[in-house]
């Protein structure tokens, strides 16, 4: 009697084994994973895209963290969900105890001051950065005291600022009258009464909402020793934390992703699967945060004005920089050393492979001499590149390393004695690039001649034996034997070579800095010193953007030619 099989697929009968309990951690897993990266996801957009609608914040926020750095103190204060408008507007400031001073924006003229507006122990400060803007109100008002007020010194609400607010040094214990209204009508606002060398709260206040049709109020903080004050608005949410997401939203984010992946993986693999997983995800996650991000963030940084120097803010711009390294100032820069970098690119290839090959056939020979000197000319390859460049300076032609009243390096002296005189190597335009060229194939010719060697020694003497046969001299076997069969080998340094001698800096960075002039300023030399010596990060970005492109095309031109010209068959 025949019975009927039932198969189960194999995905649903995986899914039947996985257990309830592992099922739910999944889920839950995958809950806070999704609102862990919508807090980074926040901070992110808020903290590296600035996007408009969170510019309310970001201003805030790096305004904030301007003002710490000034200090030298953390990032404190809080902020308001109506941004700069969220401040005050002061009329009058008294001081009364220990201190007797007054300060009247009557005094001041309308306008921006760089200069601090002073009366008496008070003071509205101001500096390059941090202007005081005295405004004329749209109609008088009337102070608590009788006085008539038509002008106003303006607050920003963008947390606490030490260099947009009421200063104070005291000799003792005094109280601080404010006739002062919250810059926004109907909204009141709190005022903080700081210790300017500890930054604590000392006193607070509440300011009304702005009302020209009543009289403005005073509001009275007391100050409980003598020392160093500062008055600021405060908002309601902390700048801090904020500020944290916004450094570290990438990390944040990624977090977030880890934790979606794993509870996604949970609720499709069985717990003795999962255990490889975790094993290899931070690896995954060191490649996505090291490697894969900041090539997608070199996107971001070339559409915005951001430099080395840039502590805050960064503006997106468009293709400003593009546009300067196309059609401006950098366009003869970029055309220069895409020519330099193109003419080292042709000699290394050129000396790897046709060098490494001559090598090859020279040393092609199975006895303990030649042995060792394989070993020898392989040798150079794994020196330091700065260690070899440094010791070149002093083969070659280099005030750097002989010294300003030297003029001649190792190199030309032992050409001197045989009457022959060499060029001034690495402070001569002309030659500076053949210099660092001796140090590179001095490193390269022993690698290619290894990988040439071992791909010799794999050809079959079949070959050779009938074409010896057919009558075929040594040229002749080598032309149509052994080059042939030695273009897969050649392709993979063709490849390689091409890759490592478009993006070569330590030699040049080393020996000359791109000198002298610009006649070895390749271009990952002119990246460098854009970002890190003149401080345009984002050039160096857009430049680094563009040169990324055309080494992809060039790669993928050449990988295309391969295939259809290449024979891998032995």
Excluded at 319 to 331: E, I, V
Excluded at 463 to 481: K, P, S, W
Excluded at 505 to 513: E, K, P
Aim: aromatic share 12%; charged share 15%.
């Amino acid at each position: 009697m025949k019975t009927k099989s039932s198969s189960i697929p194999s995905g649903t009968l995986r899914r039947q084994l996985i257990s309830g309990r592992q099922r739910i951690s999944g889920l839950i897993l995958i809950i806070v994973g999704v609102l862990v990266m919508a807090v980074g996801f926040f901070g992110y957009l808020a903290g590296d895209w600035q996007i408009s609608p969170l510019m309310w914040m970001t201003d805030q926020v790096f305004i904030a963290r301007e003002v710490a750095s000034s200090a030298g103190t953390s990032v404190t204060g809080a902020f308001d969900m109506n941004g700069e408008e969220s401040g005050m507007h002061v009329f009058r400031a008294e001081l009364s105890g220990a201190d007797d001073s007054v300060i009247s924006t009557e005094n001041f003229e309308p306008g921006e001051s760089k200069k601090a507006l002073k009366g008496g122990s008070l003071q509205f400060p101001a500096t390059k950065e941090r202007q005081t803007l005295v405004i004329e109100e749209a109609a008088p008002l009337t102070l608590a005291n009788g006085e008539t007020a038509t002008r106003a010194v303006k607050f920003p609400g963008a947390g606490s600022s030490k260099y947009r607010s009421l200063k104070m040094t005291v000799e003792g214990p005094c109280t601080l009258t404010l006739y002062a209204l919250s810059s926004l009508p109907g909204a009141e606002r709190r005022v903080v009464l700081y210790n300017s060398l500890t930054g604590q709260e000392v006193s607070t206040a509440m300011l009304p909402g702005f009302d020209a049709s009543a009289p403005v109020p005073a509001t009275a903080l007391s100050i409980p020793a003598a020392g160093t004050y500062y008055v600021s608005v405060k908002g309601d949410i902390p700048i801090a934390p904020v500020s944290a997401i916004m450094n570290y939203a990438v990390i944040i984010l990624l977090f977030g992703l880890v934790l979606v992946f794993n509870g996604v993986m949970m609720r499709l693999q069985r717990w003795e699967r999962m255990k490889d997983l975790f094993f290899v995800e931070p690896a995954l996650l060191l490649f996505l945060m090291f490697v894969y991000y900041p090539v997608i963030d070199l996107v971001r940084i070339s559409f915005t004005n951001m430099s080395v120097l840039t502590t805050g803010k960064q503006e997106f711009i468009g293709f400003a920089n593009f546009d300067w390294m196309f059609n401006g100032a950098g366009a003869r820069y970029f055309w220069e050393s895409l020519k330099i970098t193109g003419i080292y690119m042709f000699w290394e290839v050129a000396i790897t492979l046709v060098g490494g090959m001559l090598l090859a056939l020279l040393f092609n020979r199975m006895t303990r001499s030649f042995n060792v000197m394989r070993t020898i000319v392989f040798m150079p390859k794994y020196i330091a590149v700065s260690t070899s460049a440094v010791v070149f300076q002093w083969i070659l032609y280099s005030t750097i390393a002989t010294g300003i009243g030297q003029s001649e390096g190792i190199l030309n002296y032992a050409l001197s004695l045989f009457g022959v005189q060499g060029p001034h190597w690495l402070i001569d335009a002309n030659s500076a690039l053949s210099g660092i060229l001796l140090l590179t194939a001095w490193r390269v010719v022993g690698y290619a001649m290894m990988i040439y060697l071992s791909a010799m020694q794999g050809i079959s003497q079949d070959y050779y034996e009938a074409a010896a046969i057919d009558g075929a001299d040594g040229v002749q076997r080598f032309r149509y034997i052994t080059i042939p069969l030695l273009a897969p080998t050649t392709l993979f340094l063709f490849v390689t070579t091409f890759i490592a001698s478009m993006k070569v800096f330590q030699s040049v960075d080393v020996m000359t800095g791109g000198g002298p002039g610009t006649s070895t300023n390749v271009m990952v030399q002119w990246i460098y010193n854009l970002t890190f010596k003149d401080f345009h990060t984002a050039r160096g970005a857009a430049v680094s953007l563009v040169f990324f492109v055309i080494l992809l095309i060039c790669t993928a031109a050449t990988m295309r030619f391969s295939n259809r010209n290449v024979n891998y068959d032995a």
